[in-house]
């Protein structure tokens, strides 16, 4: 199972296992990693599941849908590296992800 590594905005870093196919919101949710609030449940409707993923990872996980560029509009200090972690989709060749919560979502 790839590991995740999600870096909250004091610097505190916490590395989880994520089961591939889910996402990496779901990851955090099943592992209360603080900074995550999902309260959409992962459907793309709401922007409190916000990540910025590390730049030499941008590459792996890509970049926004418009779909997700439409909700991130609605997210706290949005960056190019900004991106919503219910559309992130764990794959085996993003084990050793990092990612960062905002200092605040929405």
């Given at each position: 199972?790839?590991?995740?590594?999600?870096?909250?905005?004091?610097?505190?870093?916490?590395?989880?296992?994520?089961?591939?196919?889910?996402?990496?919101?779901?990851?955090?949710?099943?592992?209360?990693?603080?900074?995550?609030?999902?309260?959409?449940?992962?459907?793309?409707?709401?922007?409190?599941?916000?990540?910025?993923?590390?730049?030499?990872?941008m590459p792996a996980v890509g970049h926004a849908e418009p779909m997700e560029e439409d909700m991130l509009d609605f997210a706290f200090d949005v960056r190019p590296n900004s991106r919503l972690s219910c559309q992130i989709r764990i794959r085996d060749d993003l084990d050793g992800l990092v990612v960062r919560t905002p200092e605040r979502q929405g």
């Open positions: 199972m790839p590991n995740i590594t999600f870096i909250d905005a004091h610097g505190e870093s916490r590395t989880v296992e994520g089961e591939t196919g889910s996402t990496v919101m779901e990851t955090a949710i099943r592992n209360a990693i603080p900074g995550i609030e999902a309260e959409c449940g992962g459907a793309c409707a709401c922007a409190t599941c916000h990540v910025y993923v590390d730049d030499a990872w």
